[in-house]
C-alpha cells in the first residue's frame, strides 16, 4: 500500500469533512463526510478555488503556504461562495507530503464547524479565565501572606522581648533581634542550632541547668503553654532573670513548633523584692507609730493628774504654806517634763525632715561631761546608780554646737538611767584618738538583742516595758542623738557583749584644731529696768497668766487680744517692750511687727516674738519682719527676765 493510500484510509475515518489538496489548489482526495456536507462543490481532480469566493482566494493561498512550511497544524477561514450555504468555515491544515523536485507539497485539510468550534473556544476561553481567576487569587494571597510575614518580622524584631522559634526537634528556625541581644547569638549563627545551646536556662534559685525541664517543653508537654521564671546565661557568661513562656504553633490540630516569648525581669524581681521590704518596713513602721501614739497619750496624760491634784491643793482654804510649796514644785516639775517631750518630738521631726540647723562654737568637752553628769547627780542617787567618769586631765576643745551636745549627753544619759537597775554602774568616758573625739556611755542594764541593735537609733523605738512604765519617754531620744552626732559630721554605734552585759553607745566626732585656750566671756552686766508692757495675744488664759506674773515683777503691763487693737494700744501707750504672738487672728504677728516698725515714736521698742512656731524659718521671718527675739511657748521664767532685763539700746 502506497503513503497516499495511507492517507485515504486515516482521512476516510476522520469525523470532520476532510480532503487532501495540493498547495497549487487542486483535489486530490475527499472523505465521505466532505461530500455530505459540501456536495458537488469539492471533487477529486478539482479545484478548490472554485468553491471560494474570489475576494478570499488571495487569504487562502497565503494559508496554503503556512500549512506547507509548518510542521504543526495551522488553523485558517475558509470563506465559502454563499450559494453553497456551507456551515463549515474554521480548517486546520497540516503538511503531509513535502516538496519533491517532481511534486509540490501535499496538504490535509480538515474543516470544523462555527458553531461548535465557537461553543468549544468559549468552553475554552472560560477555562483560561478561570485559570486566570485563580492565578490573581493565588497572587493576592501570596502578597497577603508576604505582607503578613513582613508585619511579623518587623513587629517580632522590634517588640522589647526575645522571641525564638523552634521545631518538634528543638531547633531553631528563627530568633528576633532582642532575643540576640539577650543570648549573645546571632541569627545566622543561632538557627539550626539546638535550643539549648543557644538558651542557656537554670533555675532561679539554683546554678544547674534546667535546660532538660525545656527539653521536655520541645517534645510536647508545651501544648498548653508554660510559663516560669527562669535565669538566662548569656554567652559571655551574664545572667539576667527572665520570664519565659512557651506555646505551641499547631498545624492540623497538631504540633508544628513551639515559640519561645521571654523578657528581662530583673529590674523588675528587684523592685518587687524592695517592694516587700518596703511594705515589711512600713508595716513595722505603722506598728511602732500607733506603739508610739499610745505612749504619748500615756506620757501626756500622766503629767495632768499631778497638775490637777496641785491645782486643787492650792484652792484648798486650809492649806499650808509647805503644801502650797510642793504643788508649785509639781506642777513646775510636770510642765517642764512635757515641755521635753514636746521638745523631742520638735528635734525628731526636724532631724527627719533634714531641718534640723547647728551653730558651731569652740565647745571645751571635758567640762561640757562634767557640768551634764553634775546636773544628773540627783537622779544618779535617787536611783542609787553610781556614775564613773573617766576624762582625761587636759581641755579637748571642739568645733560644735553647745547645746545640742549638752542634749546629746543628757539623752545618753537618761536612757542609760532608764535600763540600768539599782546598784548598777553608768560609765561615761571621753578621750581623742588619731584626730578624733570619742565619747562612750556604757551601763551595766540587760543590754539588748543583736537584731535589735540596728532599729534602737530610728524614730519610736523603745524596749518593751511592762504597764507601769517604769522608765517612760516616747524613744525618740536615741533617734534624736543620732541626728544631732551626723549634723557633726560624727558616727554613732551600739554595742552589747550578750544578756545582762549592758549596753554601750560609742560616739566619734573629727576633731579639728582648735585653740588651747578658752574663749573670752564678755561679762554680762544686768539691766534691772522696769519696764511698760504690751502683750499681743489671743489666748486669753496665756495673756492674763503672763500679764500678772509680769506685774508680780514689777512690770506696767496692758493687753490686745488681736493685731488691729495691739498697733492702736501700742500707739497710745508707748511701751518699751512688746510681747506678741504669731498667729493671729486677721492680722498675724509679721505684718503687725511690720507696722509698729514703720511708727517713728515706737522705734525704740522692743519686739519679742512669743509663738509656738520654733521653725528656723519663722525665726528668719520673725527678724526681717522687725522682731528683736523669738521665744517659743511656754517660755521659762528666766527667758522672760533676759529679755526683760536686756538694755533698751538693745
Not at 545618753?412 to 537597775?421: D, M, R, V, Y
Not at 493671729?584 to 511690720?594: C, I
Request: proline share 4%.
Amino acid at each position: 500500500m502506497s503513503a497516499f493510500e495511507c492517507y485515504q484510509r486515516i482521512m476516510a475515518l476522520l469525523p470532520e469533512p476532510s480532503f487532501i489538496v495540493s498547495l497549487s489548489g487542486r483535489i486530490l482526495a475527499l472523505n465521505r463526510k466532505t461530500k455530505e456536507q459540501l456536495g458537488d462543490a469539492l471533487e477529486c481532480d478539482g479545484w478548490l478555488f472554485d468553491a471560494i469566493e474570489e475576494s478570499s482566494h488571495q487569504d487562502t493561498r497565503t494559508f496554503l503556504r503556512h500549512c506547507a512550511r509548518s510542521n504543526q497544524p495551522v488553523m485558517g477561514i475558509m470563506r465559502w461562495r454563499v450559494s453553497l450555504q456551507v456551515p463549515f468555515e474554521v480548517c486546520n491544515g497540516g503538511l503531509l507530503e513535502p516538496r519533491t523536485p517532481a511534486s509540490e507539497p501535499i496538504l490535509l485539510l480538515r474543516l470544523h464547524n462555527r458553531t461548535e468550534t465557537n461553543s468549544r473556544f468559549i468552553a475554552l476561553e472560560n477555562q483560561i479565565n478561570a485559570l486566570h481567576q485563580e492565578i490573581e487569587r493565588r497572587k493576592h494571597i501570596q502578597t497577603q501572606l508576604d505582607l503578613q510575614k513582613t508585619h511579623l518580622k518587623t513587629t517580632l524584631a522590634s517588640i522589647g522581648e526575645g522571641v525564638v522559634v523552634v521545631d518538634m526537634q528543638g531547633r531553631i528556625s528563627f530568633i528576633n533581634s532582642h532575643a540576640e541581644r539577650m543570648c549573645g547569638w546571632a541569627q545566622s549563627t543561632a538557627v539550626g542550632r539546638s535550643v539549648g545551646e543557644v538558651l542557656t536556662l537554670t533555675a532561679i534559685d539554683s546554678d544547674g541547668s534546667d535546660y532538660e525541664e525545656v527539653h521536655c517543653l520541645m517534645s510536647g508537654s508545651f501544648e498548653k503553654g508554660y510559663e516560669k521564671i527562669v535565669k538566662l546565661v548569656a554567652k559571655d557568661g551574664a545572667r539576667r532573670t527572665i520570664e519565659l513562656t512557651v506555646n505551641s504553633i499547631l498545624h492540623n490540630d497538631a504540633p508544628n513548633e513551639a515559640v519561645l516569648v521571654f523578657r528581662d525581669v530583673t529590674q523588675k524581681r528587684r523592685l518587687e523584692r524592695e517592694l516587700v521590704r518596703r511594705t515589711i518596713r512600713l508595716e513595722e513602721m505603722n506598728h511602732r507609730k500607733n506603739k508610739f501614739l499610745t505612749m504619748l497619750a500615756h506620757e501626756l496624760r500622766s503629767p495632768i493628774a499631778p497638775i490637777a491634784n496641785a491645782v486643787h491643793i492650792m484652792k484648798a482654804e486650809n492649806r499650808t504654806a509647805e503644801q502650797t510649796r510642793h504643788a508649785v514644785q509639781v506642777v513646775e516639775r510636770q510642765i517642764n517634763h512635757m515641755q521635753r517631750l514636746i521638745d523631742d518630738m520638735l528635734d525628731v521631726s526636724r532631724v527627719v525632715a533634714e531641718k534640723l540647723y547647728i551653730v558651731k562654737t569652740d565647745v571645751e568637752m571635758v567640762s561640757l561631761v562634767e557640768t551634764v553628769c553634775g546636773d544628773m547627780n540627783s537622779q544618779f542617787k535617787q536611783r542609787h546608780i553610781n556614775c564613773v567618769i573617766d576624762l582625761p586631765s587636759s581641755p579637748i576643745w571642739f568645733a560644735a554646737d553647745m547645746e545640742r551636745m549638752r542634749q546629746v549627753l543628757h539623752n545618753l544619759l537618761n536612757n542609760s538611767l532608764k535600763f540600768t537597775p539599782q546598784g548598777g554602774t553608768i560609765t561615761v568616758r571621753l578621750f581623742s584618738q588619731s584626730s578624733e573625739l570619742h565619747l562612750q556611755v556604757q551601763d551595766t542594764g540587760p543590754g539588748i538583742e543583736e537584731d535589735a541593735i540596728g532599729t534602737i537609733f530610728e524614730p519610736f523605738t523603745q524596749a518593751e516595758q511592762p504597764l507601769d512604765r517604769p522608765s517612760g519617754g516616747l524613744g525618740l531620744g536615741l533617734s534624736l542623738v543620732k541626728g544631732i552626732v551626723e549634723l557633726h559630721d560624727g558616727q554613732i554605734r551600739a554595742t552589747c557583749t550578750g544578756p545582762d552585759q549592758g549596753l554601750t553607745i560609742s560616739i566619734v566626732l573629727p576633731l579639728q584644731e582648735q585653740s588651747v585656750e578658752p574663749p573670752q566671756k564678755e561679762e554680762k552686766v544686768n539691766h534691772f529696768t522696769l519696764q511698760k508692757v504690751l502683750i499681743i495675744e489671743d489666748d486669753k488664759d496665756n495673756a492674763e497668766t503672763l500679764s500678772e506674773l509680769l506685774r508680780l515683777l514689777g512690770h506696767e503691763v496692758v493687753w490686745a487680744p488681736d493685731g488691729v487693737q495691739g498697733i492702736e494700744m501700742a500707739g497710745k501707750f508707748s511701751p518699751t517692750l512688746i510681747f506678741c504672738d504669731i498667729g493671729l487672728p486677721g492680722l498675724d504677728g509679721f505684718r503687725v511687727a511690720e507696722r509698729i516698725r514703720s511708727q517713728s515714736s515706737l522705734k525704740s521698742t522692743r519686739l519679742i516674738a512669743l509663738s509656738g512656731y520654733s521653725g528656723r524659718d519663722f525665726r528668719r521671718r520673725a527678724k526681717q519682719a522687725g522682731f528683736d527675739h523669738h521665744l517659743v511657748k511656754p517660755a521659762s521664767l528666766a527667758e522672760l527676765q533676759n529679755v526683760l532685763h536686756l538694755p533698751i539700746e538693745n
